[in-house]
């Protein structure tokens, strides 16, 4: 499970999959047209949550595996650092389980109660973007012989000093209807940011930043989920990559039905620079976003990247 859940994997394993995304995969991906006629009907793949509101520690109901499984890939759970602790794939409420619930009810400035409690669920099962909210520090027990010594994002990963100028590239079939928002998404960084200038690669394959619509397993080990749940995610620098959900269903006029797509381009373009999720709900960093929901950058935003980069 560590393995499917990491994000650190090595820069070949990234070209090729890349390579493969390219060439084999995406070409089968259509976008999903307007379904407004079957809004909320698609089952969120975040919805096992629904069954479990109510749960606290002590009980044992199917389904917690998964809690703790949603937990794990946001970073408020690590069991991999304690080999002494419960099968994480047991439907047990541990001790665990309750202390990674407190550290996101804290995040999300829920009321900090340990258990399943409604407006938790509410917030869990928001479609949200895939990167993690915390770092999962690595193992620091050097006499432990524990292999999943990962992390999902690098600390303070940026790109290099005097790096400020970057390019851009879309994936194969990338629908042109979309590449305005991307361009406008840059453009507010690099105005934004009074660091950053952007600009389309000559060709994808010589891009610092790839992006792209996948579906499902596309080689990265981070899997979308189809429609709802994860709808989009990027990697820290350098890596490059941003991949939007094709399954989920995508505007670039701001309709109610449909995630905003500049707006996520926003959001994920912040991973691209260094940023992680931000506890402001206003930010554009902030984790989950809505149908229809349309945001701009905000000083925290600004704030997270001159920390980074300096001013
Ligand atoms: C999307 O669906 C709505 C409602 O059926 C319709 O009014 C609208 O024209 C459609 N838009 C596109 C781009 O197909
Ligand atoms: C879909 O959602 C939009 C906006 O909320 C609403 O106007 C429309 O009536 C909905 N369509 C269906 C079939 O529920
Ligand atoms: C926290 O609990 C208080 C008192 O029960 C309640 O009024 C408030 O709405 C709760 N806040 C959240 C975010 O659930
Ligand atoms: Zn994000
Ligand atoms: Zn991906």
Redesign the pocket.
């Known amino acids: 499970m560590a393995s499917k859940l990491s994000y650190s994997f090595s820069c070949t394993f990234f070209l090729f999959s890349f390579v493969l995304s390219e060439f084999s995969h995406f070409q089968h991906h259509h976008l999903q ?2 379904k ?2 079957d809004n909320n009907t698609y089952p969120s793949p975040f919805g096992f949550l629904k069954k479990l509101q109510g749960c606290h520690k002590g009980e044992k109901v199917n389904g917690i595996s998964l809690v703790k499984i949603y937990l794990s890939h946001y970073g408020y759970l690590n069991y991999q650092r304690n080999p002494n602790v419960i099968d994480p794939k047991k439907d047990y409420f541990d001790e665990e389980l309750e202390a990674a619930i407190k550290l996101y009810q804290v995040y999300y400035h829920l009321n900090v109660t340990g258990m399943l409690d409604a407006p938790t669920v509410f917030m869990m099962i928001m479609p949200r973007c895939g990167f993690p909210d915390k770092e999962i520090h690595q193992n620091s027990d050097k006499s432990s012989d524990i292999i999943s010594h990962y992390r999902l994002f690098p600390s303070r990963s940026k790109w290099p000093k005097g790096k400020i100028h970057l390019t851009y590239g879309f994936g194969s079939r990338f629908p042109t209807r979309f590449m305005p928002p991307i361009t406008r998404a840059f453009s507010r960084w690099a105005t934004a940011s009074q660091y950053f200038t952007f600009s389309r690669a000559i060709t994808p394959q010589s891009a610092d930043l790839k992006i792209s619509f996948a579906r499902g397993a596309h080689g990265d080990g981070a899997p979308f989920d189809g429609p709802g749940g994860v709808m989009a995610h990027a990697f820290a620098p350098t890596n490059g990559w941003l991949h939007f959900d094709v399954d989920d269903r995508w505007s670039v006029r701001g309709v109610p039905y449909a995630y905003d797509f500049e707006t996520v381009a926003l959001h994920e373009i912040g991973h691209l620079l260094g940023l992680g999720h931000s506890q402001y709900q206003s930010a554009i960093m902030w984790a989950t976003i809505g149908a229809g929901e349309s945001k701009g950058l905000t000083l925290d935003d600004i704030r997270g990247l001159r920390a980074l980069y300096g001013s």
């Open positions: 047209q307007n407004s006629s």
